[in-house]
Nanobody
Framework: QVQLVESGGGLVQAGGSLRLSCAASGRSFSNLVTGWFRQGPGKEREFVGGIKWTGSRTYYADSVKGRFTISRDNAKNTVYLQMNSLRPEDTAVYYC?????????????????WGQGTQVTVSS
């Protein structure tokens, strides 16, 4: 079992930045993949990006590539989502998710563990 707790959401003006955190606890983190998703009003949950617990490779949706960066601090069991150049269309509830797997799933169904979500609102 893995527990995930997100933090760092809030209200920001367009062009601003926010950093979300996802703190993990529970069993071993070997082969644990962490993904970030978001769900805007009236929209389906969409993949934002993901990272493996070991190694440095990250994966991003085209809509956030070059603006968002995922990183992790293994000592703190925490994964971060740094969001720069935010746009009003980035407004959504952001979730972190985790799964024991080798690849990084890009669909919500690929993850068994979810955090509670944190609201990000970007004003124009």
């Amino acid at each position: 079992q893995v527990q995930l707790v997100e933090s760092g959401g809030g209200l920001v003006q367009a062009g601003g930045s926010l950093r979300l955190s996802c703190a993990a606890s529970g069993r071993s983190f070997s082969n644990l993949v962490t993904g970030w998703f978001r769900q805007g009003p009236g929209k389906e949950r969409e993949f934002v990006g993901g990272i493996k617990w070991t190694g440095s490779r990250t994966y991003y949706a085209d809509s956030v590539k070059g603006r968002f960066t995922i990183s992790r601090d293994n000592a703190k069991n925490t994964v971060y989502l740094q969001m720069n150049s935010l746009r009003p269309e980035d407004t959504a509830v952001y979730y972190c998710a985790a799964q024991y797997t080798m690849a990084v799933p890009t669909t919500a169904g690929g993850y068994a563990y979810w955090g509670q979500g944190t609201q990000v609102t970007v004003s124009s």
